[in-house]
């Protein structure tokens, strides 16, 4: 058996605010710091090993991270960071607050911007012009993404990189976004395209799954 950790970062301002944020770095507030300090404890009572945490390029989930591991006493566990694994890109819609666009684009077409797997919210005229991005080629820049487009860049990576281990029985911690994690759930769970749409990841609640050889679920749970 092996075990995987799934966790969404700290409560960020732009959550805080309401706002859509996408690849926009958004600071933990100070409830959010909270939550990942009470996150570690609840993971440090678990006695996991890490061998790897892999995490985005975006701060509020960097900060999550390192929390978590001094809260587990494992700082010396490897932290891979990666584009890959940042948060769904909303495209115009980053920084609008929620609410407001409900009113605006009407609640319908807000829901399929936010919950459908498929529908692209509004883009952007041109991509992010941003330091971190700079060493790759300008097409990984999204202009806005549907979550079918995030598992794109996501499955990938998971394959690659995190899977091989965990076939290697080597137990790892993903510290990541709400959508972000939604797509790795759908992939890990099976979950049909229109009934990811109810799935919910909230903030830094630790998602612990117990793996067989063959990656197949034995047993999940959520720590509180």
Request: hydrophobic share 40%.
């Amino acid at each position: 058996m092996v075990r995987l950790v799934l966790l969404r970062h700290g409560q960020s301002t732009a959550n805080l605010a309401n706002e859509y944020t996408g690849w926009s770095d958004s600071p933990l507030t100070n409830t959010g710091e909270q939550q990942a300090i009470k996150a570690g404890e609840l993971l440090r009572q678990e006695n996991i090993i890490f061998s790897e945490l892999h995490t985005s390029l975006l701060s509020r989930a960097i900060k999550t991270s390192n929390i978590i591991l001094n809260c587990i006493n494992q700082n010396d566990v490897a932290i891979n960071k990666t584009w890959r694994l940042n948060e769904r890109h909303y495209g115009a819609l980053r920084g609008l607050n929620k609410q407001w666009t409900r009113k605006i684009y009407g609640e319908k077409e807000v829901a399929l911007w936010r919950r459908s797997y498929t529908t692209v919210p509004p883009k952007m005229s041109e991509p992010d012009k941003d330091r971190r991005y700079a060493m790759y080629p300008e097409t990984i820049l999204p202009l806005a993404e549907s979550l079918e487009d995030a598992s794109n860049r996501i499955i990938p990576y998971w394959l690659d990189k995190i899977a091989p281990k965990l076939l290697h029985q080597k137990n790892i911690i993903i510290v990541a976004h709400g959508s972000t994690l939604r797509a790795l759930i759908k992939y890990i769970e099976g979950i049909s395209d229109v009934m990811i749409d109810g799935v919910e990841v909230e903030n830094a609640v630790p998602i612990v799954y117990d793996l067989n050889d063959a990656l197949e679920i034995i047993k999940k749970k959520e720590l509180r």
